[in-house]
């Protein structure tokens, strides 16, 4: 306690540092005199008068470029040319205060160069043996990681503050801020010390080890440029958490973490109706298929956020059931869930587990989704997400389901390839189906981000692994959205949705997939020089970019910003059965071809390089009648 006085003297007594200064300029001038005059004190009239007056210029001076302050023992360079600054602005003001306001012709010329070079010498010496000091008693920077604070606003107030409590692994070296007003000023005695773009320079004169984002309500442009300016410096860096999960109360701003994807992407946080899902889901039996995918298990978790009062998780893969439910037991409503391993294709199985429990709400976001696998497996693209939906739709009426979400793709508007056209025609099949008491409707969305098998994972693998980063085509562009967003919105969809609706997420703007494996390299700290990236061309059924509506599409508001409304092309639901009929039928010619040409008779935007041309189908009795006999 005895060696962290004269610390705690320095740092928090404003007084204390005035009036030790103003000593420290008392002695220079008395120095200076002594020197001048073989230390003999002559003239001490015109000594005792310049005195105060030099003291009062040396402090505003040192106020004015911000010594007034404590914390030396974070002294650097920055440091000593302000006080080179001050002492220079000071002895200007000094010298024409003694000849020309007060008159004292009679002061020594040569002392105002000696008390000048003495000042300074005092100043700069006070500080380093502050810092040496500090060291040396234990309360030293050694042990401390140093650390740039990127923003100066209340969030990086906040760290400094955590930083400061006895005990932090960190000390700051300094802020730096975009906003021209800040330059200079201190925060939590902590300089800014210039802006972001200049972080190299000032890494230059203030070595730190790492860069702390404290910017929570940066957009991902913003945060892309943070991200960058510390690669250029070579820094390691973290943020804060973002401004939507502070507001929430979900963390406290000084909960530091490692920069995200997510960040770069920006997107808002979705406000959604919570009384109008809670209205639909509170006390309810929901099943959720494919209930172990990324966005089927988050689903699970958000719905038990609304208590129904079951939680039945449907799914083919016994381990993936296993670790959902291991995550689904810990939250407050987890005691409503079970876990049923079964294929949505097995009729039987189905049957069986939709009358024993009976749901009233079905999501089904059951399907094979990876469109280069599916080109090379067309027959179960189509067992799978087609007769597969069809045949649970059939039963969930039959039990008496109320409501039924499909989760479709923006790759069903224009397909290029046979995954995206078997979810168009599941959003025809909900949409012309007759309702019969159970309201159908479809959710479209674009990509999740990080959700398993996309191409995130995929580039972050390759990353890892020192890899180059393929990439099928430089323009290739996608839509992205967290997964915790899409699910927030889907379930708002489907508290607003009305029978045969197709309501489409509000995506944003399209991403450039090379522009995302370039802020992935950033963020691992690494530059683009670093790691090659390959063009490898598109894959089969692979197109440039997606759309998230046909031409044709008449495209309403709803109660929801970020959801918009079509009811697409209708069907005959008579011949859209007859038409599914003969898509079963050719599941059992001999290759992929027929099962085209009925994907392409009954979505007739499909169009691949596999897909057949109209004169390929048209007029084909044989699949008519094979149809007509199952």
Not at 381 to 387: E, G, S, Y
Request: glycine share 8%.
């Amino acid at each position: 306690m005895i060696n962290q006085m004269p610390s705690l003297l320095v740092r928090r007594r404003p007084w204390f540092i005035a009036a030790f200064q103003a000593g420290l300029v008392a002695c220079a001038l008395l120095f200076a005199w002594l020197l001048r005059f073989d230390f003999t004190l002559p003239y001490g009239v015109i000594f005792l008068s310049a005195l105060p007056i030099l003291v009062v210029i040396r402090l505003i001076a040192m106020t004015c470029f911000e010594l007034h302050r404590g914390w030396w023992r974070y002294s650097g360079i920055n440091d000593g040319m302000d006080i080179l600054k001050a002492v220079a602005t000071g002895s200007i003001i000094f010298v024409l205060a003694v000849r020309y306001i007060f008159g004292m012709t009679g002061f020594p010329r040569t002392i105002y160069v000696l008390e000048a070079v003495l000042t300074t010498g005092l100043l700069v010496s006070v500080r380093m043996f502050s810092r040496l000091f500090a060291e040396s008693i234990g309360e030293n920077i050694g042990s401390c990681k140093r650390v740039i604070i990127v923003g100066a606003g209340a969030a990086a107030r906040t760290i400094l503050r955590e930083i400061r409590h006895p005990g932090s692994p960190y000390v700051a070296i300094g802020c730096v801020d975009d906003d021209e007003s800040k330059q200079g000023i201190r925060i939590e005695n902590v300089r800014v010390l210039g802006t972001v773009s200049q972080l190299s320079e000032v890494l230059s004169g203030h070595a730190a080890e790492e860069a702390l984002i404290a910017v929570p309500s940066a957009t991902g442009p913003q945060m892309r440029t943070f991200v960058e300016a510390c690669n250029r410096a070579r820094i390691g860096f973290r943020t804060v958490p973002a401004l939507k999960d502070i507001i929430a109360g979900e963390v406290a701003v000084s909960q530091l973490r490692e920069v995200s994807l997510d960040d770069l992407l920006g997107r808002e946080r979705v406000q959604i109706d919570l009384e109008a899902v809670r209205s639909q889901l509170a006390g309810r039996r929901v099943l959720v298929t494919g209930a172990a995918g990324s966005i089927g298990s988050e689903l699970c978790r958000q719905i038990l956020d609304y208590a129904p009062t079951q939680l039945i998780c449907l799914d083919q893969s016994e381990t993936g059931l296993y670790f959902l439910r291991l995550g689904l037991l810990e939250h407050k409503h987890g005691a409503c869930s079970i876990f049923r391993v079964a294929d949505v294709c097995d009729t039987d199985r189905v049957r069986k587990l939709l009358f024993d429990l009976s749901p009233e709400v079905i999501f089904h976001a059951a399907a094979y989704k990876h469109v280069p696998m599916m080109e090379s497996n067309v027959q179960e693209a189509v067992k799978n997400n087609v007769l597969g939906l069809f045949g649970l739709l059939e039963l969930a009426d039959a039990a008496g389901c109320k409501s039924f979400v499909l989760i479709s793709s923006d790759k069903a508007v224009n397909p290029t390839n046979v995954m995206g056209a078997t979810k168009r025609i599941c959003e025809l099949i909900l949409s012309s189906r007759p309702p019969n008491g159970m309201r159908c409707v479809s959710v479209r969305f674009g990509n999740v981000l990080g959700s398993s098998g996309s191409v995130i994972p995929v580039l972050k693998q390759q990353l890892g692994n020192h890899q180059p980063l393929t990439i099928t085509h430089p323009d290739i562009r996608r839509f992205f959205m967290l997964t915790p967003e899409a699910v927030a919105l889907v379930l708002q969809a489907f508290a607003i949705g009305s029978h045969g609706d197709i309501l489409v997420l509000d995506m944003g703007e399209s991403v450039r997939i090379l522009d995302l494996a370039r802020s992935l390299i950033r963020l691992s700290g690494k530059s683009e020089e670093d790691v090659e990236i390959k063009f490898t061309g598109l894959r089969e059924g692979e197109k440039l970019k997606e759309e998230l509506f046909y031409d044709q599409e008449s495209v309403t508001p709803t109660a929801c910003d970020k959801i918009k409304r079509t009811n697409g092309a209708l069907r005959n639901w008579s011949e859209l059965c007859l038409q599914l009929s003969e898509l079963r039928a050719s599941l059992h010619v001999d290759g992929p071809a027929p099962v085209r040409a009925k994907i392409k008779e009954i979505v007739p935007e499909y169009c691949s390089a596999n897909a057949p041309s109209d004169d390929q189908f048209l007029g084909d009795k044989t699949l008519q009648k094979a149809a007509g006999q199952n």
